[in-house]
Each structure stands twice: as structure tokens, then as C-alpha cells.
């Protein structure tokens, strides 16, 4: 059974920062590319970052976190994480990595529109706050 689920969020002071996992089972996660989205109280979700295959050795930023979240991948846990750094509250979301088993980012849009295409976790609750 292919499945995704997220940990590590809490919550954080602004300017501080989490660290976030993706642990996938039932498939090779090092094969494909994994996408973080969040979606806060009465907004749309939004892609954060994405990581292509280990193959293709990219990665990709929202501009809003670019320079602030550093998204890797270690293939010996089947994992995928985002250092978040410099956490503001306009970051307090609900994050969620999904895969549509692409091997580049295709899917940090795709799956905004066509989210039944990609296997979801069940999120994780990230708030900044004083």
C-alpha cells in the first residue's frame, strides 16, 4: 500500500524554525518527486517545494519561502524532509507532502488542480506564533 505521512510540525516562535519529514512506504520514494503544500484557516493550498527524482537532482521554491526552506531527501529512510528556517505567521499552515509519481515538479501545480491524481499524507500542523 503506497502511503505518505508527514511529522515534526508544532509550534514555533517567528524566527525559529521545524523541520519536517515525509516517510513513504510501499514504494521507493528515491525514484520519484515529492511535493510539500501547505494550506492555512480559509485559504487555498498552495505548493511550497518540490524534489524531483534523485535522477534529476532538482529542486524547487515557492517564492514565498525561497532562501528560508531547504527541502532533501534521504533515500536509506525513504524520507523526505523541509527545514523550515526564519518561520514567520504567515507560515502557519496545515503541511502536506503528496507524490503523483512523477519524477519532476510537475506536480506542485498539477495536483493543486487534480488532487485525486497523487497519494497524499495526512498533513501536519505547523502555527508561528508569539
Known amino acids: 500500500q503506497v502511503q505518505l505521512v508527514e511529522s515534526g510540525g508544532g509550534l514555533v516562535q517567528p524566527g525559529g524554525s521545524l523541520r519536517l519529514s515525509c516517510a513513504a512506504s510501499g514504494f521507493t520514494l528515491d525514484y520519484y518527486a515529492i511535493n510539500w503544500f501547505r494550506q492555512a484557516p480559509g485559504k487555498e493550498r498552495e505548493g511550497v517545494s518540490c524534489?524531483?527524482?534523485?535522477?534529476?537532482?532538482?529542486?524547487h521554491y515557492a517564492d514565498s519561502v525561497k532562501g528560508r526552506f531547504t527541502i532533501s531527501r534521504d533515500n536509506a529512510k525513504n524520507t523526505v524532509y523541509l527545514q523550515m528556517n526564519s518561520l514567520k505567521p504567515e507560515d502557519t499552515a496545515v503541511y502536506y507532502c503528496?507524490?503523483?509519481?512523477?519524477?519532476?515538479?510537475?506536480?506542485?501545480?498539477?495536483?493543486?488542480?487534480?488532487?485525486?491524481?497523487?497519494?497524499w499524507g495526512q498533513g501536519t500542523q505547523v502555527t508561528v506564533s508569539s
Open positions: 503528496a507524490t503523483d509519481r512523477s519524477t519532476g515538479c510537475g506536480g506542485l501545480t498539477k495536483l493543486l488542480h487534480y488532487p485525486d491524481f497523487g497519494t
Open positions: 524534489i524531483t527524482s534523485s535522477l534529476l537532482g532538482n529542486t
